[in-house]
């Protein structure tokens, strides 16, 4: 199985932060925005989210499942 250093690379990325602006990313976040999954923190409720992986299994091939979303404190600290 490919690490997630190698499935970066495999995208055309050196960098995750790379990745998080890139177009996929973005076009992924657009569409997790405009589904009906959860739109604030599953922690705190709040509103202003960031979205989380709980897997990269398929990082640039994202499904909705794969991501949740937390607001920036509880990111930071998962």
């Known amino acids: 199985m490919p690490t997630f250093q190698q499935?970066?690379?495999?995208?055309?990325?050196?960098?995750?932060?790379?990745?998080?602006?890139g177009e996929h990313w973005q076009s992924?976040?657009?569409?997790?925005?405009?589904?009906?999954?959860?739109?604030?923190?599953?922690?705190?409720?709040s509103k202003t989210i960031e979205?989380?992986?709980?897997?990269?299994?398929r990082l640039g091939y994202e499904e909705l499942e794969d991501v949740i979303p937390l607001c920036r404190e509880h990111h930071g600290g998962v």
């Open 7 to 21: 499935k970066l690379k495999a995208l055309g990325f050196d960098t995750y932060d790379q990745y998080l602006v």
């Open 28 to 45: 992924f976040k657009q569409t997790y925005i405009e589904s009906s999954r959860p739109k604030a923190c599953l922690v705190c409720k």
């Open 51 to 57: 979205l989380h992986h709980i897997t990269y299994t």
